[in-house]
């Protein structure tokens, strides 16, 4: 079994990850919360849900 070395199978460095505590989330943060790759819809979606639900559209990614 060999482990693949791109990008996409390595996991974020701490220093990337941040809970939210220490700033507002943004689009882009919700859309890393569920672990899918920031595409201009999927940003622009999250910012919809940020809208409806505020802080709490990562609560209902990470409850």
Request: glycine content about 4%; overall charge negative.
């Amino acid at each position: 079994m060999t482990e693949s070395l791109d990008s996409e199978s390595m996991p974020t460095p701490d220093h990337l990850l941040h809970t939210g505590a220490e700033h507002p989330v943004d689009p882009v943060d919700l859309v890393m919360a569920s672990g899918r790759t920031p595409t201009p819809e999927l940003i622009e979606k999250a910012r919809r849900d940020l809208e409806m639900y505020g802080a709490k559209a990562v609560e209902r990614l990470l409850p």
